[in-house]
């Protein structure tokens, strides 16, 4: 076990290891039937615990099982400095970098029905210049840029936020409930 203190027997390890593997992972087993890969994302005294080294009741070790990643959870990142933060995250493909990403006021086809929203074009505007201030890269899409392509693009990214200024629909049977956006072309 992970920790300052005292050398443990070989036994009591073992005993601790599978005693933890009976708390943490006994009561998920059933949702971890098929899965090859384990993402563990400890919180406080658990980051401690050494997950790939927790013993089943066959003897076996957790790695044996599963291939085990361990990611930081939100809370010590926040408290992690920038260069710490980016040497965590980049291995897993996250990007340090503090994003907003803003729709406002698409064209819609004119089937729809639909009027232009100026203010919403305006108000994205106005949290973009915010967010600018508070240091986050922007990407802002509106008017005939805000096609559902470019905003799945953009979506793409890890965004903090995601702020869409636009008409919402919504169905009572939900297939057709959603947010409206300029079409890619004149067939959608």
Request: net charge negative; glycine share 8%.
């Amino acid at each position: 076990m992970r920790g300052v203190g005292l050398p443990l027997s070989h036994r009591k390890q073992r005993d601790m290891l599978a005693e933890s593997y009976l708390v943490v992972v006994s009561p998920i087993a059933g949702l971890l039937e098929g899965e090859r890969h384990l993402l563990v994302i400890p919180d406080r005294p658990l980051f401690m615990l050494p997950f790939a080294a927790l013993i089943d009741a066959e003897g076996k070790f957790l790695i044996e099982k599963f291939t085990v990643s361990i990611c930081p959870s939100i809370a010590l990142l926040k408290h992690m400095s920038a260069t710490a933060l980016r040497t965590v995250l980049e291995p897993f493909g996250f990007s340090t970098e503090r994003r907003a990403f803003l729709v406002g006021n698409p064209r819609f086809h004119h089937s729809l029905g639909l009027e232009a929203l100026p203010s919403s074009e305006a108000g994205v505007m106005a949290v973009a210049t915010h967010c600018q201030a508070a240091g986050m890269s922007v990407k802002t899409l509106t008017g005939v840029e805000a096609k559902k392509q470019s905003i799945l693009e953009a979506l793409s990214f890890q965004n903090e936020i995601v702020h869409f200024a636009t008409h919402g629909l919504l169905e009572f049977d939900f297939d057709e409930s959603g947010l409206e956006v300029g079409a890619n072309d004149s067939t959608e």
